[in-house]
């Protein structure tokens, strides 16, 4: 009986020693996905010391208590064409997923992160979290993060969340689809806490690069004969997942391409650059703009995508005569460009300016004949004027050199992207601005679009493609 009295009370400080160590600990569950090859997988999870404290196999769902620290995972394929989907996952307490990794190519792929807030960084470096989302093919997704001297300190595939330690420095960001189209939907995001440096994604094609600055080192790099640095910046937006954009040099290769928000450089050369904006939803960018400077730090263009799935833009890089005029600043009726013939320009993404001289729709100066059920002054019914009011105004001034019937098409040969609604008033320099925001003139012609395609403006013959409902019959003019 004293025996068995022992052992009880020696199980008892056994369990208490047990209770002890789980109180020091943290339970996270551990799933493996199948993938397509399960049998080719397996996995470890190390910690800092290198003492394996999980490992397993393809699928998998485990639970294991694990103290705050630094870890990582490997991962292995027997095969050596990396993990065909399968994706390992680590949630802690209320589901927090603290690890996300796979990798796509090759017999071998590693990630570091830490628990419990452990700071894994030696000193002079800070810890950052990359994350992947998976997009709608994440087995097509890989990505590599290098320093300027050109040692990798990151990379995997989607999904992917994973800590790593940066310093100060400019790194470069690969990006790779080895479907060659993109990474449809998949999001790349470098955050220290709730700042967020990069958030971008590979719009199209198999390839990109993004320069990252950390800790505000310059990422301008040392351009060849002949070539400049110029700088991309593109800001957030209410919804910077949907932003993509490209830009690609006079011969149709794609130098640059990224999401929002993004900022990063590129070598140019004289040329006609093309600039894609692309927008997930077709709803536009909703905010986000792009701006291009030169070496000098002067911007040489700037824009957005108001509306639609894509619009491109050419950029005139250093002094290139492409036949285009770069974006003004002509949101306000005083500072109305003057156009005497045909223009390339783009819609002022800047609302209505400093001065909102549209008076509300309804009025003198922005009928709606719709509501009122009378037909405009030439005989159409077109919805009314600027239904919307001023929004993202561009205001110019048509010079008219001799008489007859003036036509003219905004957005036509295919290249509208949204409706380009538009008012027109009969011009005087001392008195239309400042009668137009009297409510005191009425327009001479203005079209609430119909389509969102196929141009508008005014013409005696809707031209191909066209929509009747975007066009107002010719002004005649002396």
């Given at each position: 009986?004293?025996?068995?009295?022992?052992?009880?009370?020696?199980?008892?400080?056994?369990?208490?020693?047990?209770?002890?160590?789980?109180a020091?600990?943290?339970?996270?569950?551990?799933?493996?996905?199948?993938?397509?090859?399960?049998?080719?997988?397996?996995?470890?999870?190390?910690n800092?010391?290198?003492?394996?404290?999980?490992?397993?196999?393809?699928?998998?769902?485990q639970?294991?208590?694990?103290?705050?620290?630094?870890?990582?995972?490997?991962?292995?394929?027997?095969?050596?064409?990396?993990?065909?989907?399968?994706?390992?996952?680590?949630?802690?307490?209320?589901?927090?997923?603290?690890?996300?990794?796979?990798?796509?190519?090759?017999?071998?792929?590693?990630?570091?992160?830490s628990?419990?807030?452990?700071?894994?960084?030696?000193?002079?470096?800070t810890?950052?979290?990359?994350?992947?989302?998976?997009?709608?093919?994440?087995?097509e997704?890989?990505?590599?993060?290098?320093?300027?001297?050109?040692?990798?300190?990151?990379?995997?595939?989607?999904?992917?969340?994973?800590?790593?330690?940066?310093?100060?420095?400019?790194?470069?960001?690969?990006?790779?689809?080895?479907?060659?189209?993109?990474?449809?939907?998949?999001?790349?995001?470098?955050?220290?806490?709730?700042?967020?440096?990069?958030?971008?994604?590979?719009?199209?094609?198999?390839?990109?690069?993004?320069?990252?600055?950390?800790?505000?080192?310059?990422?301008?790099?040392?351009?060849?004969?002949?070539?400049?640095?110029?700088?991309?910046?593109?800001?957030?937006?209410?919804?910077?997942?949907?932003?993509?954009?490209?830009?690609?040099d006079d011969?149709?290769?794609?130098?640059?391409?990224?999401?929002?928000?993004?900022?990063?450089?590129?070598?140019?050369?004289?040329?006609?650059?093309?600039?894609?904006?692309?927008?997930?939803?077709?709803?536009?960018w909703?905010?986000?703009?792009?701006?291009?400077?030169?070496?000098?730090?002067?911007?040489?263009?700037?824009?957005?995508?108001?509306?639609?799935?894509?619009?491109?833009?050419?950029?005139?890089?250093?002094?290139?005569?492409?036949?285009?005029?770069?974006?003004?600043?002509?949101s306000?009726?005083?500072?109305?460009?003057?156009?005497?013939?045909n223009?390339?320009?783009?819609?002022?993404?800047?609302?209505?300016?400093?001065?909102?001289?549209?008076?509300?729709?309804?009025?003198?100066?922005n009928?709606?004949?719709?509501?009122?059920?009378?037909?405009?002054?030439?005989?159409?019914?077109?919805?009314?004027?600027?239904?919307?009011?001023?929004?993202?105004?561009?205001?110019?001034?048509?010079?008219?050199?001799?008489?007859?019937?003036?036509?003219?098409?905004?957005?036509?040969?295919?290249?509208?992207?949204?409706?380009?609604?538009?008012?027109?008033?009969?011009?005087?320099?001392?008195?239309?601005?400042?009668?137009?925001?009297?409510?005191?003139i009425?327009?001479?012609?203005?079209?609430?679009?119909?389509?969102?395609?196929?141009?508008?403006?005014?013409?005696?013959?809707?031209?191909?493609?066209?929509?009747?409902?975007?066009f107002?019959?010719?002004?005649?003019?002396?």
């Open positions: 009986m004293n025996y068995n009295f022992r052992y009880l009370i020696v199980m008892a400080i056994f369990w208490s020693f047990i209770e002890s160590l789980n020091q600990c943290t339970n996270y569950t551990i799933n493996v996905s199948a993938g397509v090859w399960p049998t080719e997988v397996s996995w470890q999870i190390v800092a010391a290198n003492v394996q404290v999980a490992s397993g196999f393809a699928p998998a769902n639970v294991v208590c694990l103290p705050a620290g630094c870890y990582t995972v490997n991962m292995f394929d027997s095969f050596g064409d990396g993990w065909n989907g399968s994706v390992i996952t680590m949630t802690g307490p209320s589901a927090t997923v603290v690890l996300s990794a796979t990798f796509n190519t090759g017999f071998f792929g590693t990630q570091n992160f628990l419990g807030g452990a700071n894994c960084c030696p000193a002079g470096f810890a950052f979290q990359i994350s992947v989302t998976s997009g709608f093919f994440p087995n997704v890989s990505w590599e993060l290098v320093s300027s001297a050109g040692i990798p300190v990151a990379s995997g595939g989607a999904p992917a969340n994973q800590t790593v330690c940066l310093e100060t420095d400019c790194y470069s960001l690969y990006l790779y689809d080895s479907f060659g189209d993109g990474w449809d939907g998949a999001v790349l995001t470098l955050n220290q806490g709730a700042t967020v440096v990069y958030s971008g994604t590979l719009n199209s094609g198999g390839f990109g690069i993004v320069d990252i600055s950390v800790g505000g080192s310059p990422c301008s790099p040392l351009c060849g004969p002949g070539e400049e640095s110029y700088q991309i910046v593109v800001s957030s937006g209410i919804f910077p997942f949907e932003v993509g954009w490209v830009l690609y011969t149709g290769f794609p130098v640059a391409s990224g999401g929002a928000p993004s900022s990063q450089y590129v070598c140019v050369h004289p040329g006609c650059y093309e600039f894609e904006m692309t927008d997930m939803l077709g709803d536009g909703d905010g986000a703009d792009y701006t291009i400077y030169d070496s000098g730090g002067m911007p040489v263009q700037s824009g957005t995508l108001d509306l639609g799935f894509i619009e491109t833009n050419v950029v005139e890089v250093m002094g290139a005569d492409c036949g285009v005029v770069n974006p003004v600043s002509a306000d009726c005083m500072s109305a460009v003057n156009i005497c013939e223009l390339s320009f783009q819609i002022d993404p800047n609302g209505f300016g400093l001065v909102n001289e549209i008076p509300a729709p309804g009025s003198l100066a009928p709606l004949y719709d509501i009122d059920g009378l037909m405009s002054p030439w005989g159409t019914d077109n919805y009314g004027c600027l239904r919307s009011g001023e929004l993202n105004s561009t205001w110019m001034v048509l010079n008219i050199w001799t008489g007859g019937l003036l036509n003219f098409t905004f957005g036509g040969l295919g290249t509208q992207a949204g409706f380009y609604d538009w008012i027109m008033y009969p011009y005087d320099p001392d008195n239309t601005c400042q009668d137009i925001f009297n409510n005191a009425p327009p001479v012609r203005c079209n609430w679009n119909f389509a969102a395609t196929g141009g508008t403006g005014l013409q005696s013959v809707i031209p191909p493609g066209g929509n009747p409902g975007n107002e019959p010719p002004l005649n003019v002396l």
